[in-house]
């Protein structure tokens, strides 16, 4: 779904800013756990291709967080 955010209100605007934090903390932490399984299964059965997961995961990590700062620069931008 592509929305301009200068078309969207005050109050729309802050009500989206918390689930793109979560979702952006939510990224993070698959992001974590994929890598330390990456490590284990690295450690204990070789190279698979189970290592690349991380990867795949960091892509939505800077989307989301892209997302997320030009909501923050939004709102500082109309001093909310």
Known sequence: MNINIQELSDK???KDLKPKKIILGFY???IIIL???AIIITINKGAKVFIFMPF???FF???SWRD???TKMEIKRRNL
């Open 12 to 14: 729309k605007l802050l």
């Open 61 to 63: 990590l800077f989307r």
């Open 28 to 30: 993070a932490m698959m």
């Open 68 to 70: 997320y700062v030009k």
């Open 56 to 58: 795949v995961f960091t």
């Open 35 to 37: 890598v330390t399984c």
